[in-house]
Nanobody, 132 residues
Framework: QGQLVESGGDSVQSGGSLTLSCVTSGFALDYYTIGWFRQVAGRRREGVTC??????????EYVDSVKGRFTISSDHAKTTVYLQMNSLTPEDTAVYYC???????????????????????WGQGTQVTVSS
């Protein structure tokens, strides 16, 4: 079925950096799109970035608010997907989740697809808190 486990969340000062990890297991990462989402209590879950499956070319897309600051990458030997976050601001404070979608659900430049409903396995989330 597959499992995703996030880690790396922490409390940092504005302008700081964090790297989140999403360790995958139980499925072949090469054949899946992986997305990172974030959610603030009381608000809708927001797609932050996603990376296409390696068999689909591995292209990454980002929501406008994180372009130039966040980088998604994957280490297929370690079956882990990373989210490097730089120049963090208090607006980045949220619980961050990684999720899996079938490779048929490729990332679009507008981050409109895949939608949250297209992802079938989710991690438990990791808290990122940025203070000013």
């Amino acid at each position: 079925q597959g499992q995703l486990v996030e880690s790396g969340g922490d409390s940092v000062q504005s302008g700081g950096s964090l790297t989140l990890s999403c360790v995958t297991s139980g499925f072949a990462l090469d054949y899946y799109t992986i997305g990172w989402f974030r959610q603030v209590a009381g608000r809708r879950r927001e797609g932050v970035t996603c990376i296409n499956s390696r068999v689909s070319g591995g292209r990454a897309e980002y929501v406008d608010s994180v372009k130039g600051r966040f980088t998604i990458s994957s280490d297929h030997a370690k079956t882990t997907v990373y989210l490097q976050m730089n120049s963090l601001t208090p607006e980045d404070t949220a619980v961050y989740y990684c999720a899996r979608a079938d490779s048929g659900h490729g990332c679009t430049a507008t981050m409109g697809r895949p939608t949250a409903r297209d992802y079938d396995v989710w991690g438990q989330g990791t808290q990122v808190t940025v203070s000013s």
